[in-house]
């Protein structure tokens, strides 16, 4: 499968644009970013706690 050119990405810009309207469009933007920076810095955070355990060494805290 090829990436699509340059014209088929006009094409599908436009369906979208004729789908959403242009005052949609800059709002579905920052949302699908924002999602996507949230997603990653949870994935940092799930490696940050799998480092954290290693480090302890499965040590029980003292009581």
Known sequence: MNMPGPFELIVIFFVIL???????????????????????????GLDSDDKEKKDKGGQNPPA
């Open 18 to 44: 004729l789908l959403f309207g242009a005052k949609r469009l800059p709002e579905i933007g920052r949302s699908l970013g924002k999602s996507l920076r949230d997603f990653k810095n949870a994935l940092q």
